[in-house]
C-alpha cells in the first residue's frame, strides 16, 4: 500500500506536470480513466484522399456515426458457418512453466507447456479452437497475429470479447485463407501473459503441399524464438537443434519472434528470406555476411540448403542455433559465426511484383508520429509515447470505410525502436525515408520503426472491424504506444477496465 505521503507527492508531481503542458488534451488523461470504450477513444486523423471522402478535424471521428442505428457488432463479423477442418482445444493454466536445459519460471503453459502446441493447417481450411482458461487469474485470451481473422475472432480483451474468466471457455473460428508462419498468444494483460508464456506457433500451409514439384527436397521446421526470465530459448528449450537433411536438401527454417526486441538471424552459409510475416517474396536472392533483423511479433521463413559434407549453422536471435545436415555424428558441429554488422535490407531484397492494389492514389492518409513526453495516464504519470503529439487515451482513431486504400505514414521521433503492428490486415512497405522500395513487395504485418525513420505503407480496408495498431514491444504499448483502425458502421459492446476486468495491453 502507499502511504499518504507518496499518494501526496503524487498527486503534487501529477499537478505540476499537468499545468507545464497545459490543461486540454490531458483532462481526460490525467484522470483515472475508470470504464470506458474504445470507441471514445481519440479523433480522426485522415487527410483529404481521393475517393470522395472528406478529412475528419480533430473530434470529428464517425465513432458517433459508427455506433448509431444500424451499426454492426464486432460480434456478428464471423468466418462462414460450416464444419471446422482443423480443431484444437487450447487449455491455459498459470503456474510454473519448465523450461528444458534451464530453470523453470512462473509463467502460463498452453496444454501444459511454453510454447504450446503448434497447430498446422491448409489453406482453405476453417480452424476452430476452443480456448479454455483454467486458472489464469487475470483472465486471458488467444490473439492470431498475423492471421487476418474475422474481427469476432481477433482476441482482443476489451474489443472483440471479454477475457475468459478462470472456468470460462471462447471459441475462435476463421478460415485459413493466407500461406505462411504465423503465431497465438493472450491478449489480456498483454505485456505480462505474452512475456510469461501464453502463446504458440501456427503454421498455414499450401492447400498442394505435397503436391509442389521440389516438396520431396524439402523440410521444413519452426524455430520458435522466447526468453523465459532471461533465458533464450529454441522451441522452449535451451538448447541447440539438430536437423538431419541429405545434402542439397532446402531446409525451411519459420523463425518466429515471440520476444519485447528484434532478433537478428545469420550464418556461416548462404540463406535465402523466403518469407516475411508469412508473405513469400518474390525471387528471394542469396545473402551472404549480413544479418536479418526480425522485429517484436515478427516471422521470417528462412531456407539454408544443407551442406555436402557437415552440417551448417543457422544462428537464430542471438543465443541459440540450428545445425543442418549430417547429424549422425551426434558431435557434428560447425563453428559460431560472428554476428555481420551488415543487416538486409529488405525495401530492396527480391525482385519487384506488381501488386493487388493501386496505392498511388489512395482514399485516406495517416500520420503515425510516434513521439515521447512526460505526463500522466490512468493515474500514473511517466515518460510515456506520443502519437501525432497526444497522449492515450487521446490518440487518433484511423477511421476508414471498407474498401478504402489506405496509406499511413509512420514517424519515429522518440529515439527508440518501435516494431508497429497492425491487427487483420497486412501491409506493404512503399517507402523509407523518401526512398522507395525497390525489391519484392515486402509485405509485413510487424515492422520495426527506427529512430529517427519515416516509413509509408499502404494497405486495402477490407476486413471490417476495429483493429488495434500498437507497438509490439508489449510495454510500450502499455505506456500508451496504441491506436486503432475503425470501419465505419461498427461498433462493439465490449469496455475495458470494466467489470469484466478487460485490459488489452
Ligand atoms: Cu501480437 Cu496486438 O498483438
Ligand atoms: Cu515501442
Known sequence: MPSRRDLLRCAVVGVAVATALGAGALAWSSTLLGEYSVMDMGSGDAHAGHGGHGADGPGGHGAAEASGPGA?????????????????ELVARQGTVEVPGGRSIEGYTVNGTSPGPEIRARQGD???VVFVNESVADGATLHWHGIDVPNAADGVAGITQDAVPVGGRHVYRFEARDVGTYWYHSHQVSHVQVERGLLGAIVIEPAEAAARPDAARELDRTALLHIYGGQHTLNGRVADERVAAAPGTTVRVRVVNTDQGTAAVWAGVPFRVAATDGHEVHEPGEVDGQRLLIPAGGRADVTVVAPDRGVARLHVGGARSILIG???DAEASAPPVRQPAKTLDLLAYGAPAPLDFDPAEPDRSFDYVIARRF???????GNFWTINGRMFPDVPMFAVTEGDVVVMHLRNDSGDVHPMHLHGHHVVVLSRDGITASGSPWVVDSLDVHPGESYDIAFVADNPGIWSDHCHTLPHAVDGLIAHVMYDGITTPFTINGEAGNRPE
Not at 375 to 381: A, S
Open 72 to 88: 454492426l457488432s464486432v460480434t456478428a463479423l464471423t468466418a462462414p458457418d460450416r464444419p471446422a477442418d482443423v480443431r484444437v
Open 126 to 128: 476453417l480452424v476452430e
Open 326 to 328: 549430417d547429424v549422425s
Open 375 to 381: 505526463g500522466i495516464i490512468d493515474g500514473r504519470p
